[in-house]
């Protein structure tokens, strides 16, 4: 990867076309349980996946396969601008995290362009604004939620995992 010009505290807000930097989320749950209606907690276990786009950024050959195993190293990961999150209705108000458990990868979607002939070896380059970041990693988080017993047994409960950007 290339980080002329870059500054990892800000992020992409615009993009070359003057546009804002879109961030996809997505979040697949896979347990709720451990319901405490005493203290109105409960936990829950999901994976979460980002996706964004840094035109700042020119990444070299990207491979191309089904799989994308492009994964950012952790010494490009201190480089690069990453998303700050926080789950609101946590606990201890836990954060998007960067570790062992989460991984970043550079999938490739757009089309290269070879270096200059001059240079001795043949590179591909992708644009940043082509190809994007995409952030895996599954939480197990202890989350508050405002249990309405009124109706005990007939009731039902809207619990949220609330994710904000900081």
């Known amino acids: 990867m290339?980080?002329?010009?870059?500054?990892?505290?800000?992020?992409?807000?615009?993009?070359r076309t003057g546009n804002g930097t879109l961030?996809?989320?997505?979040?697949?749950?896979?347990?709720?349980?451990?319901?405490?209606?005493?203290?109105?907690?409960?936990?829950?276990?999901?994976?979460?996946?980002?996706?964004?786009?840094?035109w700042r950024v020119t990444f070299y050959n990207l491979k191309a396969s089904k799989d994308n195993f492009n994964y950012v190293g952790k010494y490009d990961l201190y480089s690069l601008w990453l998303p700050r999150m926080i789950f609101g209705n946590s606990v201890n108000e836990a954060s998007l995290l960067f570790d062992d458990l989460s991984s970043v990868i550079s999938k490739?979607?757009?089309?290269?362009?070879?270096?200059?002939?001059?240079e001795i070896q043949e590179t591909e380059s992708f644009e940043g604004e082509s190809n994007p970041f995409v952030y895996n990693r599954t939480y197990e988080l202890e989350l508050e939620c405002i249990f309405k017993l009124e109706k005990y047994p007939f009731d039902y409960q809207t619990c949220f995992i609330d994710v904000s950007m900081l």
């Open 23 to 54: 961030l996809e989320m997505k979040a697949s749950v896979a347990t709720i349980g451990n319901f405490d209606e005493m203290n109105m907690k409960f936990i829950a276990r999901f994976s979460l996946q980002l996706k964004w786009y840094d």
């Open 2 to 15: 290339d980080f002329n010009d870059y500054f990892s505290q800000d992020p992409p807000i615009k993009d």
């Open 108 to 118: 490739r979607k757009g089309s290269p362009t070879l270096n200059s002939a001059n």
